[in-house]
């Protein structure tokens, strides 16, 4: 069993940037991996994870998350962060991290994962 907290979200205005953490607790394989994933409003989530990262410190990021998103771990604190740059009105949504165990070819797809948080609200408006 893995506990997610996410942390972070908020409400900031257009071209501001944002860190969302996530703090993660309890076992993890080693072959793990974390993501995060959005869910818009009035929408479910979406399929395709905006980041994600391999134990091993390999990453993947969406074609729509471009050079804005820069997801990062600290093992010594249990977290996983996302930092969002640039920030536009259509990033506000519901930000959830997640992980997932053994091997997989995509890392970014939401069906792949097993443990979820609660996610963290991002707003962003002028």
């Known amino acids: 069993q893995v506990n997610l907290l996410e942390s972070g979200g908020g409400s900031v205005q257009p071209g501001g940037s944002l860190v969302l953490s996530c703090e993660y607790s309890g076992f993890l394989p080693s072959d793990y991996y974390m993501g995060w994933f959005r869910q818009y409003a009035g929408q479910e989530r979406e399929d395709e994870g905006c980041a994600a990262m391999r134990s091993d410190g390999d990453t993947a990021y969406a074609d729509s998350a471009g050079s804005r998103f820069t997801i990062s771990q600290s093992k010594a604190d249990n977290t996983l962060s996302l930092q969002i740059v640039g920030l536009k009105p259509e990033d506000t949504a519901m930000y959830y991290c997640?992980?997932?165990?053994?091997?997989?070819?995509?890392?970014?797809?939401?069906?792949?994962?097993?443990?979820w948080g609660q996610g963290t609200q991002v707003t962003v408006s002028s």
């Open positions: 997640a992980v997932g165990y053994g091997w997989v070819r995509h890392i970014l797809l939401s069906s792949n994962y097993k443990y």
